[in-house]
C-alpha cells in the first residue's frame, strides 16, 4: 500500500508560479512512473507530466516549457514547479503512482495504482 500527499497549491495571479509536492509512504515507489493529472471542474482527469524511475520525463503540450517534473526516489517524493501559470492551468492536482511502464500508459490515468487527495491550483487573471 501507498499512501500520497500532495502539498504546495493555493491562489496565484497569471504569470506567477507555484511549487507541488508529493510525499508518498508505505511501500517504496521508487521502481514506479509518477505522474501529475488535473481536473477542473466539468472536464476529465487530464495528463500534465509523467516520470519515469530514472528520472525521463514526458509533459502535455499545454504545460511544455512552463512546467518541470522532477522526483528524488531517496526522499520519495515527487515535485511539480509550475511557472508562468495561465487561467486555465486552475484545477485540483492529482499526484499518482502508476503501475505502466510506456509512455502511453504512464500518460492515461487507468493505469495508475495510488492517487493523492488533490491540492487546487487556482490562477487569476
Known amino acids: 500500500q501507498v499512501q500520497l500527499v500532495e502539498s504546495g497549491g493555493g491562489l496565484v495571479q497569471a ?4 511549487r507541488l ?3 508518498a509512504s508505505g511501500r517504496t515507489f521508487s521502481s514506479n512512473a509518477m505522474g501529475w493529472f488535473r481536473q477542473a471542474p466539468g472536464n476529465e482527469r487530464e495528463f500534465v507530466a509523467g516520470i519515469k524511475w530514472l528520472g525521463a ?7 511544455k516549457g512552463r512546467f518541470t517534473i522532477s522526483r528524488d526516489n531517496a526522499k520519495n517524493t515527487v515535485t511539480l514547479q509550475m ?16 503501475g505502466g511502464s510506456t509512455w502511453s500508459a504512464i500518460s492515461n490515468w487507468s493505469s495508475y495504482e495510488y492517487w493523492g487527495q488533490g491540492t487546487q491550483v487556482t490562477v487569476s487573471s
Open 15 to 18: 504569470g506567477g508560479s507555484l
Open 21 to 23: 509536492s508529493c510525499a
Open 57 to 63: 520525463t514526458r509533459y502535455a503540450d499545454s504545460v
Open 83 to 98: 511557472n508562468s501559470l495561465k487561467p486555465e492551468d486552475t484545477a485540483v492536482y492529482y499526484c499518482g503512482s502508476s
